[in-house]
């Protein structure tokens, strides 16, 4: 059986998604740790097998050392946003002023990455554009979308992406044929058809150039 539970964590109010099949789970963007997580976790005695992240930024990994210490579970990120990890204490700091942890753990995936988990699979969809690592997770139904995309929008590509990069991405979000449920990085779920029929971006790609 296939459960997910949303926890909103951080200054930037991040989804952070606990994606669970039978007694195993994965957690996408760590950004903090919870502790309503850690007691969701406990409670139901859940096994967390990775914490995969959309992307770099600091909202989406800051919490990915203590979310792995507390787990047991292992990190990964894109190859390519993979220099962000090293940097989080200062990034983080430029943006908010407070210094980011230091986050010791840490793999990388590459475009063909799978990560299975209980009856599931994760597959990894590249989507460059708001950093060049940013990953979509594709698991059944189901598609995580970082800070690619969000209901009614996109996410911004002036904090290291690339607009051309960006563009390209959702021209490829758009012939996915499937109607897959969007659970973005920050605000509400969607569908994939709702947005490909009335979110300005998905409707006109250049815009994001
Ligand atoms: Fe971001």
Do not use: W
């Not at 490829?172 to 109607?179: H, K, T």
């Amino acid at each position: 059986m296939r459960e997910l539970k949303k926890f909103v964590v951080g200054p930037l109010n991040t989804n952070l998604y606990l994606l669970i099949s039978g007694n195993e789970a994965v957690i996408i963007d760590p950004g903090e740790m919870s502790a309503e997580l850690a007691e969701y976790v406990k409670n139901y005695r859940i096994k967390v097998k990775y914490a995969l992240a959309t992307h770099g930024h600091f909202d989406h990994i800051n919490g990915a050392g203590k979310v792995c210490e507390s787990f047991g579970c292992r990190f990964f990120i894109h190859e390519k946003d993979a220099y962000m990890v090293d940097k989080n204490p200062e990034l983080m700091e430029a943006f908010t002023g407070i210094r980011g942890e230091t986050i010791m753990e840490m793999n990388t995936f590459s475009d063909r990455t799978e990560f299975r988990f209980g009856d599931e699979t994760i597959k990894v969809m590249a989507t460059p554009g708001h950093t060049p690592g940013s990953t979509c997770f594709v698991s059944g139904d189901l598609m995580f979308s970082g800070d690619t995309l969000f209901r009614g929008t996109i996410g911004r590509t002036d904090i290291g992406g690339s607009g051309s990069e960006m563009a390209r991405t959702l021209k490829m979000m758009g012939s996915i044929g499937e109607n897959l449920r969007v659970y973005p990085g920050h605000g509400p779920e969607t569908m994939l058809d709702h947005e490909k029929r009335t979110n300005q971006f998905m409707l006109n790609p250049d815009l994001a150039l």
